[in-house]
């Protein structure tokens, strides 16, 4: 019995000592043990994870330019798959490529509608600076005319104010300009010259050059409202008129969007082809049409 009992502690140990190390469960540990992943096992789930590739597009990356919503473009990929149910990698491809020409035209629309825009828009506001100009002439024009009348002739002063009212360009007021210089040099003629010379007064030279700019002044401001209104008319027409886009552009934008819907119809054609093809169904005839010229 003794025997025996040693013979089996023996081979016990033998079998441990050949055995391969292996971790011993914890099973007092309470931590979740792992699951391998098994994947869909509804029908439905099946048929959505073999889509997955699909619902990202192989072609996003490229078509999808920096800027573009991504999130967009996936929601129209997304649609085209639950409308045209594809089954196998050329399929999938097909509708993706739907999906990229529809992109495509996307974006041609969004540039023609971006040419229009910027032939309308900042058109617009070019006049209504210009028009802002105007009214800002007349308001200093109207400081200039009240600071002479209250301290007289002051060089740097005044020639600030017309270039100020002139954008900054003496050149652009030369009638007011030369009427200026001529009455501010005469105001400062000494008594002996003007008595010998017969020239204006101080006090008149000033009221010669007020009357020069009240001429001005005048014209501006009869014209200001008549003008304002054609201008308004003739913004009016044009902006209507730029309602298109450039003809140049016009043509370029037409040849893409040509291009374009060509290559959505005839993948339009073949994904329905293939599809009838698969399914069994009778094919379309195919019409070859051929253009002749002289």
């Known amino acids: 019995m003794t025997n025996l009992v040693?013979?089996?502690?023996?081979?016990?140990?033998?079998?441990?000592?050949?055995?391969?190390?292996?971790?011993?469960?914890?099973?007092d540990s309470t931590a979740?043990?792992?699951?391998?992943?098994?994947?869909?096992?509804?029908?439905?789930?099946?048929?959505?994870?073999?889509?997955?590739?699909?619902?990202?597009?192989?072609?996003?990356?490229?078509?999808?330019?920096p800027g573009e919503p991504e999130k967009l473009y996936?929601?129209?990929?997304?649609?085209?798959?639950?409308a045209w149910q594809p089954v196998g990698g050329f399929e999938k491809l097909l509708v993706e490529k739907l999906a990229v020409c529809a992109w495509q035209l996307r974006r041609c629309l969004a540039v023609e509608g971006a040419e229009i825009r910027l032939?309308?828009?900042?058109?617009?506001?070019?006049?209504?600076?210009?028009?802002?100009?105007?009214?800002?002439?007349?308001?200093?024009?109207s400081e200039l005319e009240s600071q002479i009348k209250k301290n007289g002739f002051d060089m740097e002063r005044d020639t600030q104010l017309l270039a100020t009212a002139y954008r900054g360009g003496l050149d652009n007021c030369k009638g007011l300009l030369l009427s200026y210089e001529q009455w501010s040099e005469a105001s400062n003629l000494s008594?002996?010259?003007?008595?010998?010379?017969?020239?204006?007064?101080p006090d008149e030279c000033?009221?010669?050059?007020?009357?020069?700019?009240?001429?001005?002044?005048?014209?501006?401001?009869?014209?200001?409202?008549?003008?304002?209104?054609?201008?308004?008319?003739?913004?009016?027409?044009?902006?209507?008129?730029?309602?298109?886009?450039r003809p140049?552009?016009?043509?370029?934008?037409?040849?893409?969007k040509s291009a374009i819907e060509r290559d959505f119809e005839r993948t339009l054609s073949q994904?329905?082809?293939?599809?009838?093809?698969?399914?069994?169904q009778p094919q379309a005839p195919r019409i070859d049409v051929t253009i002749a010229t002289e």
């Open 6 to 27: 040693l013979k089996e502690s023996e081979s016990l140990q033998t079998f441990q000592d050949k055995a391969p190390d292996r971790p011993v469960p914890d099973r």
């Open 119 to 141: 032939s309308t828009e900042f058109y617009a506001r070019d006049r209504e600076a210009q028009q802002a100009h105007e009214a800002s002439l007349l308001a200093l024009l």
């Open 191 to 201: 008594e002996a010259e003007r008595i010998c010379n017969g020239y204006a007064t």
């Open 206 to 245: 000033v009221e010669e050059f007020l009357s020069d700019l009240a001429e001005e002044l005048g014209r501006l401001r009869t014209s200001g409202a008549e003008t304002a209104r054609l201008k308004r008319d003739r913004v009016t027409l044009e902006v209507t008129m730029r309602a298109l886009p």
């Open 32 to 65: 979740p043990r792992k699951r391998r992943a098994t994947g869909p096992r509804t029908e439905q789930g099946r048929k959505r994870a073999s889509r997955n590739a699909i619902a990202h597009g192989i072609f996003s990356s490229v078509v999808v330019l």
């Open 248 to 256: 140049e552009r016009a043509e370029l934008l037409l040849k893409y």
């Open 74 to 82: 996936k929601k129209l990929l997304r649609e085209l798959v639950a």
């Open 271 to 280: 994904l329905e082809r293939i599809q009838r093809q698969r399914r069994g």
